[in-house]
C-alpha cells in the first residue's frame, strides 16, 4: 500500500495485492483512488510510478487492475500510463439495481 499525505491529510492511496498462486503469483492486481479537489496534478501518476518501480524490483512482470467501462477519465489515465484494455465483463458488478460492466485493463512491465 502506498499512501500519498498532504501535511496531515491523506490525499490518496495506491493498494497492490499479489497472486499467491503459483502460476499467476507474476501479477498483482492493482487499485487506486485520489481525492476529488486533488485529481490532475500528478498525485496518480507519482503513485503509479512508485508502483511499477516496486514491481520491478520485486520481480513482476505484469500490473492488472478493474475499471468500471463507465469511467472515462480513469480509462484514460491508466492509457496514458500504458496500460491496455484485455477484456470486458458484461454486467459483473450490481449497484442497487443497476448493472455495471468491467473492463480489464494490464500492463506488462
Avoid at 22 to 29: D, R
Avoid at 61 to 75: K, W
Avoid at 87 to 108: C, N
Amino acid at each position: 500500500m502506498l499512501i500519498a499525505v498532504e501535511e496531515q491529510d491523506v490525499i490518496g492511496c495506491l493498494t497492490a495485492e499479489v497472486a499467491t498462486h503459483l502460476q499467476l503469483c507474476h501479477s498483482c492486481e492493482i487499485g487506486i483512488g485520489v481525492l476529488k479537489e486533488r485529481r490532475g496534478i500528478g498525485i496518480g501518476t507519482a503513485l503509479m510510478t512508485r508502483l511499477a518501480q516496486w514491481a520491478k524490483r520485486t520481480g513482476l512482470r505484469r500490473i492488472q487492475a478493474s475499471v468500471f467501462a463507465r469511467n472515462e477519465p480513469a480509462i484514460l489515465f491508466y492509457q496514458r500510463l500504458g496500460y491496455l484494455i484485455e477484456g470486458k465483463r458484461k454486467e459483473a458488478v450490481k449497484i442497487g439495481k443497476h448493472y455495471e460492466d468491467i473492463l480489464d485493463m494490464a500492463k506488462r512491465i
